[in-house]
T-cell receptor, first 111, second 113 residues
């Protein structure tokens, strides 16, 4: 079945460092791809999405490009802030309209 | 525009009891999905309702059930609670399908003792 694999955390970076969180997927067909973020005590918020190959999703300085050839959707940010500390989930929408999530990557940003 | 509202935020129940959680989607959204989040299993899909019909179901035992009302509000019920049912239960609403965008509520934290 469809699945999402993302890098294990936690990831600890200093403020203003470059961030990459790797995500690869297995799916039938051409799913939409998402990154969700969960702040402590909160539900999930959609960070960005891409619906077809080569699309780039971007929001709040975060970017991810839908790479069909490598089945990847890596999340990047050029300069992280303390406020970016959260858990990040890579996800896809399956053909039967479920969202399949990765395990999540906890990100700690040190001032 | 009000977001997705889940009630209650926290619940403590005893093994063997049953529980009902509620979700009010964003106005105009007709699709409501439920997910269980645990440290060990991550986020797992429970079921999805669209216009009062269950459109999709995950791999959970029959103790987990749900329904959707004509105003799109949804409830999920867990009967004969087990310790392993302790989790954060998240509800998501979408206008039509999750391919557009799913908006999540803050969740209901269920603790079974």
């Amino acid at each position: 079945g469809d699945s999402v694999t993302q890098m294990e955390g936690p990831v600890t970076l200093s403020e203003e460092a470059f961030l990459t969180i790797n995500c690869t997927y297995t799916a039938t067909g051409y799913p939409s791809l998402f990154w969700y973020v969960q702040y402590p005590g909160e539900g999930l918020q959609l960070l960005l999405k891409a619906t077809k190959a080569d699309d780039k999703g971007s929001n709040k300085g975060f970017e991810a490009t839908y790479r069909k050839e490598t089945t990847s959707f890596h999340l990047e940010k050029g300069s992280v802030q303390v406020s970016d500390s959260a858990v990040y989930f890579c996800a896809l929408s399956s053909r039967d309209d479920k969202i399949i999530f990765g395990k999540g990557t906890r990100l700690h940003i040190l001032p | 525009k009000a977001g997705v509202t889940q009630t209650p935020r926290y619940l403590i129940k005893t093994r063997g009891q049953q529980v009902t959680l509620s979700c009010s989607p964003i106005s105009g959204h007709r699709s409501v999905s439920w997910y269980q989040q645990t440290p060990g299993q991550g986020l797992q899909f429970l079921f999805e309702y669209f216009s009062e019909t269950q459109r999709n179901k995950g791999n959970f035992p029959g103790r987990f059930s749900g329904r959707q009302f004509s105003n799109s509000r949804s409830e999920m019920n867990v009967s004969t609670l087990e310790l392993g049912d302790s989790a954060l239960y998240l509800c998501a609403s979408s206008s039509v399908t999750v391919n557009t965008e799913a908006f999540f509520g803050q969740g209901t934290r269920l603790t079974v003792v």
